[in-house]
């Protein structure tokens, strides 16, 4: 069963605050920056959700929101030992216990702007050996490489890992909020705003990984200098 937590409503509020074509903003500090965060970071996790490929979802949202000359993902392998795959991930890419998975850690840039940490347990068995050649030798990101296999995903777990705003903030009014969230600096938010954990399959319905991404806080990065 997918894990959901603290996802509310609040694009009709943030389309009425913050008008179209608007030069790319300083998310403040106050109800107002917060509330469009929030709605942000929601549209980011529902795009996740309905597309086939987390890759071509970011590549998307780096081109609308300008935060690259060239709006092109790039996966940024890290160096190490792989992290094997527990016995509970086994048997949810559906390997015995003996069958090799190997593991992926890459960050999944955009220009200057890391979108993603992503963890990646794929099975090597389901792959072309230029597929497996691909993601032991560049910087591809699994998406992409994978691609000629139609690949599609079962998101099973969404962790909101940041509200900008707390549970109930729709029931209380409006002097409430105001007093809580008075004008102030600019919003930080933490590394880490959302989770994903999902198995990706091939068109024929086998799985082929199981992905842990986590979103950091550059996806509300905008960028007025790639423009």
């Known amino acids: 069963m997918m894990k959901m937590r603290s996802i509310g409503t609040a694009f009709a509020l943030v389309a009425v605050v913050a ?29 996740l959700l309905a597309g086939r490929s987390a890759t071509l979802v970011l590549e998307k949202w780096c081109a609308d ?12 392998v890290a160096p190490g030992s792989g992290t094997p795959p527990s ?10 216990p003996d069958e090799m998975v190997a593991h992926r850690r890459v960050a999944l840039s955009c220009g200057t702007h890391t979108l993603s940490e992503a963890d990646n347990w794929y099975v090597p068995a ?12 560049s910087d591809t990101p699994f998406g992409k490489v994978v691609a000629p296999l139609q690949p599609s995903r079962r998101t099973f777990s969404v962790e909101m890992l940041w509200s900008p705003l707390p549970a109930g903030w729709e029931s209380r009014t409006r002097e409430e909020i105001a007093r809580a969230y008075p004008p102030g600096a600019r ?18 319905g086998r799985p082929i990984s199981e992905v842990r991404e986590t979103y950091t806080r550059d996806v509300l990065d905008f960028d007025a200098g790639a423009r």
Do not use: S, Y
Request: hydrophobic share 45%.
């Open 126 to 137: 389901r792959l072309t050996p230029e597929m497996n050649r691909a993601l032991a030798t």
């Open 65 to 76: 929101h300008h935060m690259a000359a060239e709006p092109k993902i790039v996966a940024r």
């Open 187 to 204: 919003l930080e938010a933490p590394h880490g705003v959302l989770e994903h954990r999902a198995i990706v399959h091939a068109a024929d």
């Open 19 to 47: 008008p179209a074509g608007a030069e790319p903003r300083v998310f403040r500090d106050d109800f107002i920056g917060r509330l469009e965060a929030l709605a942000l970071v929601e549209t980011l996790n529902a795009e």
């Open 87 to 96: 016995d509970e991930q086994r048997a949810r890419l559906g390997v015995g």
